[in-house]
């Protein structure tokens, strides 16, 4: 499938929203959707598409928002993108549609803080277990020594 009829297959889809498509330069396709719809999304890609692998799940402290963008591959790259509020930012899991999600999310959580919500298991996947600091991938991060220098 390419971008146009991905669009159009999740626009069918999920009747009430607006999204939008950007087509990347490299074979890669990023759709945008609002949060509450990522589950029914990726359940109509898996049941009624091609679409099926899920590379990876990555994430970006952005301006005012955190940004989590689902990779999958089909042929080409397909990316969902979803924008979530900076301040205690959340999301449904999706790992009972897609199981190997659990290690991507769990990741997520340590390195942006973000819950997702209905996760079995969020435990500690990188951070040693006595970690104090923020999500290290937050923008406000700072090592310990840094802390010290700032506030001293």
Known sequence: MNVSQILAFLQETLPSERLEAQEMPINEQVISLPPQTLRPAVQALLEQSDVYHLSTITGQDMDGQIELLYH?????????????????????????????????ERE?????GVSF????????????????????????????????????
């Open 72 to 104: 999958f591959w089909h042929g080409g790259g397909l990316t969902l993108r979803i924008s979530l509020p900076r301040q205690e930012p959340s999301i449904d899991t999706i790992i009972d549609l897609i199981p190997g999600a659990a290690f991507y």
């Open 108 to 112: 997520i959580v340590e390195m942006l």
């Open 117 to 152: 919500l209905g996760h079995p298991d969020p435990q500690p996947l990188l951070l040693p277990e006595d970690w104090e600091g923020s999500p290290p991938l937050r923008r406000e991060f700072a090592l310990p020594e840094e802390r010290e220098e700032e506030e001293g």
